[in-house]
């Protein structure tokens, strides 16, 4: 049972690259996530999509863009990487978005930008 | 916007002793508050939650309370162990464009010593 599965899991990106987070989660859940975790900073929201085809904005959004590609998957695209976004990066689902739901994270992707 | 405090950052006790880690919340209208635990590189993992029609619920050594008056709620580890010893998050439900999302916590480090 693979749950929520983010790739990958170690990146070096130097200033002004792009890169992509994927993530896939076999629940069948219709809400996805994307967060952030800073040392001291807890768990910051950047997106999430409430169901396929909608993805609305979160705590931190900003140098972030997302893509629900279907009901199983939601990556997460930087397109200019700043040492501000140097972080781990989770994605996660639950069956969907509301306070009585679960959410189930992934492994985590650790992105350092140089 | 909404912001969940969590005390305190750090929490150090010894193997058997009990441990209490607090939050307080900002919106009035939260109503799921759930704890997760996160061991060193590993993903969050949901260890316990509460409803806000509910003030207390325990799960063998886990407790968490609620106080909706005063807008704060707190995990109790009785009879700590070394495998305790992780960071907690707690989290509240926020309403907000249309959907209910989770405000976490900064975070706790407990440290257990045998």
């Known amino acids: ?114 | 916007g909404e912001n969940v405090e969590q005390h305190p950052s750090t929490l150090s006790v010894q193997e058997g002793d009990s441990a209490v880690i607090k939050c307080t919340y900002s919106d009035s209208a939260s109503n799921y508050f759930p704890w997760y635990k996160q061991e060193l590189g590993k993903r969050p993992q949901l260890i316990i939650d509460i409803r806000s029609n509910v003030g207390e619920k325990k799960d063998q050594r886990i407790a968490v309370t609620l106080n909706k008056t005063a807008k704060h709620f707190s995990l109790h580890i009785t009879e700590t162990q070394p495998e305790d010893s992780a960071v907690y998050f707690c989290a509240a439900s926020s309403f907000s464009g249309g959907y209910n999302k989770l405000i976490f916590g900064a975070g706790t480090r407990l440290a257990v010593h045998p």
């Open chain 1, 1 to 114: 049972n693979a749950g929520v599965t983010q790739t990958p899991k170690f990146q070096v990106l130097k200033t002004g690259q792009s890169m992509t987070l994927q993530c896939a989660q076999d629940m069948n859940h219709n809400s996805m996530y994307w967060y952030r975790q800073d040392p001291g900073m807890g768990l910051r929201l950047i997106y999430y999509s409430a169901s396929e085809g909608t993805t609305d904005k979160g705590e931190v959004p900003n140098g972030y863009n997302v893509s629900r590609l279907n009901k199983r998957e939601f990556s997460l695209r930087l397109e200019s990487a700043a040492p501000s976004q140097t972080s781990v990066y989770f994605c996660a689902s639950s069956e969907a978005v509301g306070s009585r739901n679960t959410i189930y994270f992934g492994e985590g992707s650790w992105l350092t930008v140089v």
